[in-house]
């Protein structure tokens, strides 16, 4: 395979993480020679998804202690005069203290073996669920054999639904028609058996699960991107349907929209529209500086309690509208609740989209993309080294794990390959995951379509708070009947499980045989799995020691909810490369390509993707 890569390039990247796949798109698209590897076997790094199975692997090879001591370095005669080499980590250190726990219902779960994605226990899975069989089976897991669907983004926008359609493609199917059955309380304890561990092994190629939890704004960066750039067409998506909160031991559905203030039985009347004329103010708080001006000083938690919001209101803005922590400033608090407003009705009754299939989708929608445009790609393919010119500082070529020099201009690399004396005065943040596959939802309903977002406050102020995500089968991440739940939070202690087994244990039932009442009241946990995993997204370029001057970093997931820190980080480095060139322009739509003899067409009238991008327009 060495032998068949060019013998020089544009742009190198190592590493298929967000931020990477959407610089090799855009370079591609704006016609540079782009050479994509990776050291692992997948997509994506550290923001990939796993079936249950993958997941063991992924789990068992970030557990190794250590890999070959054998370095073979870089052969002399690579090394031109005046060169020098700077040879790259071969040890991904990026995630650390990984502990998994199985809950089993005293079955026998041992040579249990994991069935086909067309194999269907009948007993765990309902007609529907089978059905969906097909379309799990056609979700890309490798970028060379994928097809290219359209994305469906589920809009439940009373002004237009199918304006939503034109922003983000036009699929075959209907919005939310993945897995939707009208099911109520009736038909779900009908339908419901106990799923066991056995049962989650069996039917694993079935799940997607993701390294990180994030949602998509539906006027975020990468929503903007997607639409933008015609990327779009290969993606699906759901919307959130529910924000949630946990006040007072329990857990509440927050009101987001002017109907669900109105129509909340949580809220008296005074409250209502003590929120309401709160929400319109910070809506277009800038028009109103005089408001908040005096102010700016304070905390947003200070500035809620000056606007006369009741305890439980204070709660339920901090918590789950702006989603920031009591310590953050007025300034950055009216910031994120105008966000959270902006955003809601564009697709639904919540900010967010979730991806279909798992987020690790998203990387591997770019990487598409630069395919489409010549890029190429090679997995399981690393570099040795970068050599760098001793006069200029800049790297001139790479060496790649077979000992091939390969020519190239810059070179993009994700953070956890860097060696360590180029990182030596780097103090690294930690995020703090874990993932659970439940039996039930935290917050039952009349529908087992839910897809839930929970804000867990910290009992310390020193800590921050937790984030959950709740995922139903609809979702294609999990099985029917069980439900995919990630929890993250900023690291304040040595290991993921200290920072999160606490709400694990507040919001779940880890151990039926102790507490047979407390399992009736909240769901069961099946498995769990806690990890570490490093957040660089805020260590600045010129941190890093000793780095040529044409190589760039980029770094893993961050805390955010968002992916707006990956969006911007990869257009600052696009741009930082080719500041004359537009980042990410349109593809053509294949129908819109003009094949040489073929005479040019009329553009059809019509309304078109600048157009659609600003949202539902009513007639």
């Known amino acids: 395979m060495a032998d068949e890569l060019p013998a020089e390039v544009d742009v190198v990247l190592l590493g298929t993480g967000l931020p990477e796949s959407i610089i090799a798109a855009a370079c591609s698209r704006i016609g540079q020679r782009v050479l994509h590897l990776d050291s692992k076997n997948y997509y994506g790094g550290n923001w990939a998804s796993f079936t249950f199975s993958g997941l063991q692997t ?4 970030c557990q190794k202690e250590n890999v070959s001591t054998e370095d073979p370095g870089i052969d002399k005669e690579n090394i031109l005069e005046n060169e020098e080499a700077l040879l790259l980590n071969k040890r991904d250190k990026t995630v650390q203290n990984i502990e998994v726990y199985t809950y089993s219902r005293n079955e026998d779960s041992e040579n249990v073996q994991e069935v ?24 890309s897991q490798n970028v060379d054999n994928a097809e290219q669907p359209h994305v469906t983004a589920e809009s439940q926008d009373e002004c237009s639904a199918s304006a939503s359609q034109e922003e983000l493609g036009d699929g075959d199917r209907a919005p939310g028609d993945v897995n939707e059955v009208d099911a109520g309380p009736g038909n779900q304890a009908e339908s419901r058996r106990n799923v066991t561990y056995s049962d989650i092994v069996r039917e694993g190629r079935r799940f997607n699960i993701d390294l990180v939890s994030k949602f998509l704004y539906s006027r975020g960066l990468l929503i903007d991107l997607l639409i933008k750039s015609n990327v779009s067409r290969y993606t699906e998506f ?8 946990y006040h007072h031991d329990k857990i509440e559905q927050v009101p987001c929209s002017r109907a669900d203030v109105f129509s909340s039985k949580q809220l008296s009347m005074i409250e209502k529209r003590t929120l309401m004329k709160f929400l319109t103010f910070c809506a277009d708080y800038e028009q109103h500086p005089e408001e908040y001006q005096d102010h ?3 905390t947003f938690s200070e500035f809620l309690q000056y606007k006369r919001l009741s305890p439980s209101l204070q709660h339920f803005v901090l918590c789950s509208i702006a989603m920031v922590s009591r310590s953050s400033s007025t300034t950055d608090g009216l910031k994120a609740t105008q966000h959270f407003l902006r955003c809601l009705g564009r697709y639904g009754n919540t900010p967010f989209l979730f991806h279909m299939y798992g987020l690790g989708e998203i990387p591997q929608c770019f990487c598409r993309m630069s395919a489409v445009f010549g890029g190429i790609y090679c997995l399981h393919h690393s570099l040795r080294g970068l050599l760098v010119d001793a ?13 091939k020099r390969i020519r190239c201009r810059y070179v993009v690399i994700e953070d956890g390959y860097l060696p360590e004396n180029v990182c030596a005065q780097l103090c690294y943040r930690q995020i703090s995951r874990a993932i659970l596959i439940t039996d039930r939802s935290i917050l039952t309903s009349d529908t087992d379509q839910e897809i839930s977002v929970l804000t867990v406050s910290p009992d310390d102020e020193r800590r921050s708070a937790v984030h959950l995500t709740e995922l139903c089968a609809s979702t294609n991440t999990c099985v029917k009947n069980t439900y995919l739940v990630h929890l993250t939070c900023a690291s304040s202690k040595v290991t993921a499980r200290e920072d999160l087994e606490p709400v694990v244990k507040k919001l779940f039932t880890l151990d039926s045989e ?7 009241e909240k769901p069961q946990a099946l498995w769990v799995l806690y990890f570490n995993m490093r957040d660089s997204s805020v260590i600045e ?46 593809a053509p739509n294949p129908e819109d390509i003009i094949y ?12 078109n993707l600048s157009d659609a991008a600003e949202g539902p327009q009513t007639e």
Not at 58 to 61: G, P
Request: charged share 25%; net charge negative.
């Open 58 to 61: 992924w789990i068992t090879d």
């Open 238 to 245: 759901k919307n959130v349907t529910r924000i949630l909160t």
């Open 596 to 607: 040489d003899g073929e005479a040019a067409q009329p553009e059809p009238e019509g309304p």
């Open 541 to 586: 370029r010129q941190s890093y020691t000793g780095l040529p001057s044409n190589v760039f970093v980029c770094s893993g997931p961050d805390t955010g909810f968002g992916y707006d820190v990956a969006v911007q980080q990869a257009e600052n480095i696009f741009h930082q490369m080719f500041p004359n060139e537009e980042f990410c322009p349109p």
């Open 391 to 403: 006069q200029s500082s800049e790297c001139k070529a790479v060496v790649d794990s077979k000992g």
């Open 116 to 139: 086909g994605s067309l194999c269907v226990n009948p007993e765990l899975l309902t007609t529907e669920s089978m059905e969906s069989d097909a379309l799990s089976a056609t979700s």
């Open 514 to 520: 102790e507490d047979r009442g407390a399992e009736l």
């Open 296 to 298: 700016k000083e304070c």
